[in-house]
Nanobody
């Protein structure tokens, strides 16, 4: 298990930007893929983006491609989600998670450690 703490959420107008951070404890951070998920009120938690252990490979859900960028700094045990051109439909609680698989996954079932979440609200 690893402890994950998200930060960087807030209220922003449509078209604006936010950068989420997820700080991880533990020495094995750099060996696992990481992911970002989000959950809007009344909806299931959905995949947003994932990054492999080195940062060389990434994956995104279609609705955020070209707007969001996931990255990681293994020296700082931190993963980031840069969100640009935000839309009201991006409003949700955003969670980072560590994969228990060696490859990136879009399924939340393959992630075994979760942060507490950070609220992102985009006003129209």
């Amino acid at each position: 298990q690893v402890e994950l703490v998200e930060s960087g959420g807030g209220l922003v107008q449509a078209g604006g930007s936010l950068r989420l951070s997820c700080a991880a404890s533990g020495r094995t951070f750099g060996t696992y893929p990481m992911g970002w998920f989000r959950q809007a009120p009344g909806k299931e938690r959905e995949f947003v983006a994932a990054i492999n252990w080195s940062g060389a490979s990434t994956r995104y859900t279609d609705s955020v491609k070209g707007r969001f960028t996931i990255s990681r700094d293994n020296a700082k045990n931190t993963v980031y989600l840069q969100m640009n051109s935000l839309k009201p439909e991006d409003t949700a609680v955003y969670y980072c998670a560590r994969s228990k698989a060696v490859v990136m996954s879009t399924s939340r079932l393959l992630y075994d450690s979760w942060g507490q979440g950070t609220q992102v609200t985009v006003s129209s």
